[in-house]
């Protein structure tokens, strides 16, 4: 069990609510997170919230866009507990799902999809065959907006968080990717791509979100 599980058990589910939101904070403004986000997703869109984990970014986002429908998928045995009950006729919650599991299912495809601090966990030797996911996907939706966003290396908040995942949350494969790798990463597996910034590498510096489209 790492530092993180065990921690979270001791408290109980509402203390460590509270004390993961005090701890995230450190890392991301879920707020100029939420608002960069917003800016960049499609109208009346459906999206596709690829290891959603416990769901609280996407308060955020729902907040600012009542058009909004998310799916949240995690590989884990539970996703989006942490989302707040009224958004719950608006996101479709499904643990134990990975991309491809989804892609594999009859559900609906969407128009967008949002790889939130995602990257930097898969190992470097997985990359490609998640990317590969999303290559199907695309096919599919031609027109699909890939919304990534993460952690750029090489500032003192980047490498605490490197190092909070690792001995904290338990993740010794973590490696941080910068807006430049993974664009050169997905360009590789689904080829050449428009890219897009938000401003919340100027915002909340060294998070960063950016579009990639064909």
Not at 91 to 100: E, H, I, K, S, V
Not at 130 to 147: G, N
């Amino acid at each position: 069990m790492s530092i993180g599980s065990a921690i979270r058990r001791l408290l109980g589910t509402r203390l460590a609510r509270h004390a993961g939101r005090w701890y995230r904070a450190i890392y991301v403004d879920l707020d100029k997170m939420a608002l960069a986000l917003a800016e960049v997703i499609p109208r009346d869109a459906h999206l596709l919230d690829i290891g959603g984990g416990d769901g609280q970014p996407l308060n955020h986002l729902l907040a600012l866009r009542s058009d909004l429908r998310v799916t949240t998928i995690d590989p884990a045995p539970v996703v989006g507990q942490w989302i707040e009950a009224q958004y719950f006729g608006r996101c479709t919650r499904l643990p134990g799902t990975t991309l491809a599991d989804y892609l594999t299912s009859t559900r609906a495809n969407p128009d967008a999809i949002l790889i939130a601090d995602v990257m930097h966990h898969i190992p470097e030797i997985a990359r490609d065959y998640f990317i590969q996911s999303v290559r199907v996907l695309l096919e599919r939706v031609p027109e699909l907006q890939i919304i990534l966003k993460d952690v750029e290396p090489g500032s003192w908040r980047a490498s605490l968080g490197f190092w909070s995942d690792r001995y904290i949350t338990g993740d010794r494969n973590v490696c941080l990717i910068s807006s430049d790798m993974v664009t050169k990463l997905f360009e590789e597996v689904l080829g050449p791509l428009r890219r897009s910034d938000t401003n919340l590498f100027k915002t909340d510096k060294p998070n960063y979100a950016i579009v990639l489209r064909r």
